[in-house]
């Protein structure tokens, strides 16, 4: 595999308070600090890990949410390979904005096909007993748009955390797999297989 | 056509070549010695290039060759477009007719209007239609320039040198940003003043229309027809090489650039064209610093009546040394703004009789908001909501905010809330809890600390406005004064699409509360207040700290990614004396430097002759000198402040709060 195809950069998204910085924290350091700060600026963490035999290095963006910082956040956004769309399920509003997120990462991504760049959305803080929002309607929305992968997850207590970064990956891995295929000189290749190859640019 | 004011050269450079037939027949390259101007004309910027007549002189090229009049012509690329544009033709005559004296020669078929027809290889064009420089080096440096119809205009020889001084003189008329995919070009962007505008429409993004005129227009338009035009430079130079146009990984650096680019180059606020090159600094001298000031001290300036005396030498010694934690619940009061210095003990107290009755009349407003109310107040329920997330996400490692529950929280939060409702459109932004919490810390007191911050908000509100106003010009000015300090790195951050310097954000946005201990920030921010020794020392601290990093970020090479990322992992690590002392060197060498830009001294107010920063200046020249040591009174004061350092202990640890409500 090639140097570069081997850093993937994933960025999370969400209302301020979601838990963005503390998922990354858990799943890079696997730490939950509850005097944590609420993020400032731009920050990022990477985070060496294999998957399906593949090792690649995630490069983790964590930006802060409130909206007078969207010009200040939004230029990191391109050349993501996978957006994180982040809710609180105890936050019915941060559920709600998270098509508010989906759009504002799309337009700025500058994503050429939105339909299947891959999303991943994670429903945090399920620790919490008193829920706003049910599994099931986060399903029905991921359903509605686009097949998205969910988990719920807790940075507290660290369910999911792993499985959602590397679901990410896949996602991530499966469609440069699908763009491979659709490069001429490729050979027939059908089956996901780890590349060897180094994909020229 | 006849010039309404005389032409303003803003850079010339004689010594600079066209060579012909580069490529073919190498022993044999012909050159055209000449001069280029940058020259002002109306406000228009032009760039001109003359040969001098026919008196190319072979003893002064560093390369071979012959007889200037056989070959001097430059020769089109076949390819090229030939799009006549009668505008350029006009632009050359204008500058022209007041500039040059020059003898007119037929030139054949030229092609390209650019190209003075009348005299072999001279060329001008208005900046506004450059597209591209290429810049390239062969022992020496050359630039090619491109236009935005395309024509590729003879490339530049700077046998003499000088062609980083001539792309200084450029930038003070246009934006040069280094290409993504080739870093020897530096595409051009509109003027400065222009981008400037455009970078306050960035940020006014609540109109997505602006952004997207911006974000698609110049990076996808100049990125497409830079394709043409690199694609060009590989034909006519390069052939055999072919460019790998897949983006590099870390692209966003090269798209903050393209989103930021007010901030990337060293900007003048004023409209004059000051050209910063190496300018002498001298040498850095030695700082020492001082004993904070003790209460003793702090005691001897006030009269019977309350009233501070002689405030600029005591100043001058909190600038020195910073206070001795008891001292600062009172000193904060006055470098805050909140107390007149020239006031007395009983007026205070009045002062502070009224401002406590403010307070509760404006925390009343929102305490006394209904559920009912907050339904249909989406603003207030926002910046509650806000407020309340913050708030746990505060300093919580400190004894002050630490725990469930704990009452400087709630005072945090009250204080916040009164806040907005006495700036409701500000209202509450992510990073003025940051700015509350030492202030709380120090006033343990509802009112003073909200009155305080209300002060300390005044200088800080234009970080937190819509337009982010004040981090713009902050941005553009640190650039401004490490482009003196220090100019390679100043070059490397640029060569990093980091000339923007967007990993200062923090530091500057909430005064490096997120950098330093929190007993650093205290000594920092009443340093900082005195307003000593200059304006912006603030921005000279952040020059500071990077004079400190920058070897390492040279060293490590590191990128746009790395550089962000070793600047956001310097928090809590850094030593603030050891800042504070680098930061007034810094502040000394550059006071003392002899020819100092003006856009510099502009930013630090040295130019400002007010009575005021006069006298600051002599008192502060003084306590400067290497002889004068600390005041025999001072060891007294040290003795007398161990006592205080007990209580100040205790203070810190009992979480000592003023209720009152
Ligand atoms: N109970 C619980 N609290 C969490 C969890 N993740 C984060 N938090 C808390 O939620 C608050 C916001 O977290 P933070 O990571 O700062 O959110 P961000 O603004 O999205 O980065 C903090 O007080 C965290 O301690 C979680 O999984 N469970
Ligand atoms: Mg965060």
Redesign the pocket.
């Known amino acids: 595999m090639s140097s570069k195809s081997s850093l993937l950069k994933v960025i999370l998204l969400?209302?301020?308070?979601?838990?963005?910085?503390?998922?990354m924290n858990r799943y890079v350091t696997n730490k939950?600090d509850?005097h944590?700060f609420?993020?400032i600026g731009v920050e990022f963490l990477n985070k060496d890990l294999e998957v399906d035999g593949r090792t690649v290095t995630l490069q983790i963006w964590?930006t802060a949410?409130q909206e007078r910082f969207r010009s200040l956040r939004t230029p990191f956004y391109r050349g993501s390979d996978c957006c994180l769309l982040?809710f609180?399920v105890d936050d019915g509003q941060s559920f709600r904005n998270l098509a508010n997120w989906k759009k504002e990462f799309v337009y700025y991504a500058d994503v050429k096909d939105p339909d299947t760049f891959p999303f991943v959305v994670l429903g945090?803080?399920?620790?919490?007993s008193e829920r706003q929002v049910s599994r099931e309607e986060a399903l029905q929305w991921c359903r509605d748009n686009g097949d998205y992968a969910y988990y719920e997850?807790?940075?507290?207590?660290a369910t999911n955390v792993s499985a959602a970064f590397e679901e990410a990956v896949r996602r991530v891995l499966a469609t440069e797999d699908r763009a491979e295929h659709l490069i001429p000189t490729d050979t027939v290749n059908l089956h996901r297989k780890p590349r060897t190859g180094a994909p020229c640019c | 056509m006849a010039a309404t004011t005389p032409p303003k050269v803003i850079f010339e450079h004689e010594g600079v070549f066209i060579h012909s037939n580069t490529e073919e027949l190498e022993d044999q390259d012909s050159l055209i010695s000449g001069y280029l101007r940058i020259v002002d004309k109306d406000g228009e910027t032009v760039v001109e290039y003359k040969p001098l007549e026919d008196t190319v002189d072979p003893s002064n090229m560093l390369c071979a060759c012959k007889d200037s009049s056989s070959v001097v012509e430059w020769t089109q690329r076949p390819h090229r477009t030939v799009d006549q544009q009668l505008s350029y033709e006009t632009e050359w005559d204008m500058v022209n007719a007041v500039s040059f004296k020059r003898k007119a020669h037929t030139n054949g078929e030229g092609g390209s209007n650019h190209l003075n027809e009348r005299n072999k290889g001279a060329f001008s064009f208005n900046v506004a239609d450059l597209r591209s420089v290429t810049v390239k080096c062969e022992g020496w440096s050359y630039l090619i320039f491109c236009l935005k119809d395309d024509t590729t205009l003879p490339a530049i020889h700077f046998h003499q040198g000088g062609s980083q001084a001539f792309l200084d003189g450029l930038r003070k008329s246009v934006q040069l940003t280094e290409s993504p995919d080739d870093e020897n070009i530096l595409l051009v962007g509109a003027y400065s003043k222009a981008f400037s505008q455009s970078f306050e429409n960035l940020l006014d993004d609540t109109n997505y229309g602006l952004v997207q005129k911006f974000k698609k227009d110049p990076y996808t338009t100049t990125l497409g027809g830079f394709s043409k035009v690199t694609n060009y430079f590989f034909d006519a130079f390069r052939p055999s090489e072919s460019e790998c146009q897949q983006r590099p990984v870390e692209e966003m650096a090269d798209i903050l650039g393209e989103l930021i680019p007010g901030l990337e180059i060293n900007q003048q606020e004023e409209p004059g064209f000051e050209v910063i090159t190496r300018v002498d600094l001298g040498t850095r001298p030695e700082v020492q610093r001082r004993e904070p000031v003790m209460m003793e001290d702090w005691a001897k300036h006030q009269d019977s009546e309350g009233r501070v005396s002689n405030v600029p030498h005591l100043k001058h010694l909190i600038f020195k040394g910073g206070l001795c934690h008891a001292v600062r619940k009172d000193a904060w009061k006055f470098l805050l703004d909140y107390y007149p210095w020239d006031s007395t003990h009983e007026e205070r107290k009045n002062l502070q009789k009224r401002k406590t009755d403010e307070y509760f009349r404006m925390k009343l407003q929102w305490k006394s908001v209904s559920e009912e109310q907050e339904k249909r107040n989406s603003r207030l329920r926002d910046y509650k909501s806000l407020i309340e997330?913050d708030v746990?996400?505060t300093d919580r490692t400190n004894k002050f905010y630490e725990g469930l529950d704990n009452p400087g929280l709630i005072l945090l939060h009250d204080i916040l809330m009164t806040y907005c409702m006495y700036d409701f459109d500000l209202g509450y932004v992510q990073g003025m809890s940051d700015l509350l919490s030492p202030i709380l810390y120090v006033m343990e007191n509802e009112v003073d600390a909200f009155w305080c911050f209300v002060s300390f908000m005044d200088q800080m509100h234009e970080n937190f406005e819509e337009q982010m106003q004040g981090m713009k010009t902050q941005l553009i000015q640190l650039s401004t004064l490490l482009r003196l300090l220090d100019l390679a790195f100043w070059n490397y951050l640029e060569a990093q699409d980091s000339g923007y310097l967007y990993f200062c954000f923090r530091w500057l946005l909430i005064r490096f509360k997120r950098e330093l201990h929190f007993q650093d920030v205290l000594r920092l921010w009443e340093v900082m207040w005195t307003g000593l020794p200059c304006h912006n020392f603030h921005l000279l601290v952040c020059c500071a700290i990077l004079d400190s990093e920058k070897q390492k970020i040279m060293d490590r090479h590191y990128g746009f990614n790395e550089i962000l990322k070793h600047i956001n992992e310097l928090s809590m690590k850094l030593d603030i004396e050891e800042i504070l002392i680098k930061s007034e060197a810094i502040y000394m060498q550059i006071k003392n430097c002899k020819d100092l830009p003006n856009s510099v001294s502009d930013i630090l107010g040295l130019n400002a002759v007010t009575n005021d920063s006069t006298l600051e200046t002599s008192e502060y020249g003084v306590l400067e000198s290497p002889q004068s040591s600390p005041r025999p009174a001072h060891r007294q004061d040290q003795a007398y402040s161990n006592g205080h350092g007990l209580l100040q202990e205790a203070s810190h640890n009992r979480c000592k709060v003023a209720f009152i409500s």
Do not use: P
Not at chain 1, 14 to 23: A, C, E, I, M, R
Not at chain 1, 153 to 157: P, V, Y
């Open positions: 969400g209302d301020g308070g979601v838990g963005k910085s503390s998922l939950f509850s944590l609420h993020t964590d949410g982040t609180s945090n803080k399920v620790d919490v997850t807790s940075a507290k207590d | 997330k746990n996400r």
